[in-house]
């Protein structure tokens, strides 16, 4: 059962991340999915902040991948850029972030090779400021209680 959202502001997308922290264990996917500026790298800074990561995020658009120190390792991806499978496996993505969480941006491009087990996250502008949020479980996240991010 999805889960929605309306955020009015870049604060209240990065408190949604924040209390999704909450509910992440070692190993856990999190694919998110939106258009260019549709709060992507918000929403994944305020994952960071619940795990309890000290630096600033920033969009990995042109790096790729990095990993940041916290209660769990976040790895932070953009697969925006990659246009083969190759690259998506050069990146060993799901391996890297074993011990910890993968959040990958445009993840939905890279779904079908993800483990089952993962949560995607779509965010949408509306009305030109605000942000829909919708968090759709697969595998194992179905049982978390994904309510508790609405708060």
């Known amino acids: 059962m999805s ?15 924040r209390r999704l922290a909450g509910l992440l264990w070692a190993g856990d996917v999190v694919l998110i999915d939106g258009e260019l ?5 918000t929403f994944v800074a305020g994952l960071a902040e619940g795990l309890g990561v000290d ?3 920033t969009s990995p658009t ?3 991948m990095r ?18 499978m190759a690259e998506i496996e050069d990146l060993e993505l799901t391996e890297a972030s074993a011990e910890g969480v993968l959040a990958v941006e445009w993840g939905t491009a890279i ?8 949560l995607v996250v779509s ?12 968090l759709v479980p697969h595998g194992n996240w179905v049982t978390r209680p994904l309510q508790e991010v609405q708060q």
Do not use: S
């Open 3 to 17: 889960v929605d959202i309306l955020c009015e502001t870049p604060a209240e997308t990065m408190a949604v991340g």
């Open 55 to 57: 630096e600033p995020i």
């Open 111 to 118: 779904e079908q090779w993800m483990p089952a087990n993962h």
């Open 62 to 64: 042109f790096i790729l």
């Open 37 to 41: 500026g549709a709060g992507k790298t």
């Open 123 to 134: 965010l949408r502008i509306e009305d030109g400021e605000h942000r829909r949020i919708q």
């Open 67 to 84: 990993t940041y120190p916290g209660l769990l390792p976040l790895t932070h991806a953009d697969v925006y850029r990659l246009e083969t």
